[in-house]
Structures are given as structure tokens and as C-alpha cells.
């Protein structure tokens, strides 16, 4: 019986050891922690554009 019981409890940690490798890639905070960059990107991008504007202002006149 002992051995039962041995082999049961090391088929729980190895059930709970995959399913703990494959957790990560399947949570969604990754993309929720991408998100804010993307967020972001548009202004920089607006930024980057009133300079080149600002630029080409100053060459046109």
C-alpha cells in the first residue's frame, strides 16, 4: 500500500509541475503589459512629426 501512495504522490508534482510550465505562456498579462507601449507609440510618433514639419517649415521659408 505504501508504494501506492508513493507512486500517487509523485504523479500529483508531476501533474502540478506541467501544468505550472505551461501557465506562462498561456496567462494574458504579457499582452496587458504590452499594451502601454502601444499606447504610448502614437505620441511619439505625433512628436517626431512636428518636428519633421517644423523642419521642413523652416527649409520652405
Known amino acids: 500500500m505504501s508504494n501506492n501512495s508513493e507512486q500517487s504522490d509523485n504523479l500529483n508534482q508531476k501533474s502540478s509541475e506541467t501544468s505550472q ?7 494574458p498579462e504579457p499582452s496587458q ?3 502601454p507601449p502601444k499606447k504610448l507609440e502614437p505620441i511619439e510618433f505625433e512628436e ?3 518636428l519633421i514639419n517644423s523642419e521642413s517649415n523652416s527649409n520652405i521659408v
Open 33 to 35: 503589459e504590452l499594451e
Open 48 to 50: 517626431t512629426r512636428v
Open 21 to 27: 510550465k505551461l501557465e506562462p505562456p498561456k496567462k
